[in-house]
């Protein structure tokens, strides 16, 4: 049973347009959010975090919604950029020394 | 500073052989994780281990799997006899305690 749900399997966007990537997660323990970013043939690499006591983070182009009660977190980047065009899983944990529990991810492609 | 290093990169096997994957972390981590991509179930964790300890195995798909962590600096998974269905990207991943993941650039198994 999955925990952390990515429901959509691909994306496509132009360059220059806002990217709107989504998660939901069905256990309330969880407390911390992570997004990570795939390219073929490598490993998938940290992009940003939310702790649950905070709604938003904002990193650069990459900013991070959480929504605790509706068990909801996106993932937006602006203006999305050909270089972004990659595999990103969203990831869960709870509070306690437990591993990440990841989505299945979504393929973003942004079009020149 | 080396990041995680997992060998062999590619791996192609006749069904019923046995298969070693190796993962190095990075120095100073003390949790070890092991997971499996495939394009039906995302990133899903096989087992970890913290301080060289088998913490949790239960994502192990069944007795074909096994995995060691002999010491700090290395790990193996082991699959015997394999199966066509155990084609999959491999992932080994460290982190210290349960800081930021970091990944190694994965196995590719291809079981004919």
């Known amino acids: 049973d999955q925990q952390v749900k990515q429901n959509s399997p691909s994306l496509s966007v132009q360059e220059g347009r806002i990217s709107i990537l989504n998660c939901d997660y069905t256990?309330?323990?969880?407390?911390?959010f992570l997004w990570y970013k795939k390219y073929p043939a490598e490993g998938p690499t940290f992009l940003i975090s939310?702790?649950?006591?905070?709604d938003k983070n904002e990193d650069g182009r990459f900013t991070v919604f959480l929504n605790k009660s509706a068990k909801h977190l996106s993932l937006h980047i602006v203006p999305s950029q050909p270089g972004d065009s990659a595999v990103y899983f969203c990831?869960?944990?709870?509070?306690?020394?437990?591993?990440?529990?990841f989505g299945k991810g979504t393929r973003l492609s942004v079009i020149a | 500073d080396a990041g995680v290093i997992q060998s062999p990169r590619h791996e192609v096997t006749e069904m019923g052989q046995e298969v070693t994957l190796r993962c190095k972390p990075i120095?100073?981590?003390?949790?070890l994780f092991w997971y499996r991509q495939t394009m039906m179930r995302g990133l899903e964790l096989l087992i970890y281990?913290?301080?060289?300890?088998?913490?949790?195995d239960s994502g192990m798909p069944e007795d074909r799997f096994s995995a060691k962590m002999p010491n700090a600096s290395f790990s193996t998974l082991k699959i015997q006899p394999s199966e066509p269905r155990d084609s999959a990207v491999y992932f080994c991943?460290?982190?210290?305690?349960?800081?930021?993941?970091?990944f190694g650039e994965g196995s590719r198994l291809t079981v004919l």
């Open positions: 991943a460290s982190s210290r305690n349960t800081g930021e993941l970091f």
């Open positions: 256990n309330s323990m969880f407390d911390y």
């Open positions: 939310i702790s649950s006591i905070k």
């Open positions: 990831a869960a944990r709870d509070s306690g020394n437990t591993p990440l529990v």
């Open positions: 120095s100073g981590h003390n949790s």
């Open positions: 281990f913290n301080n060289n300890v088998p913490i949790d």
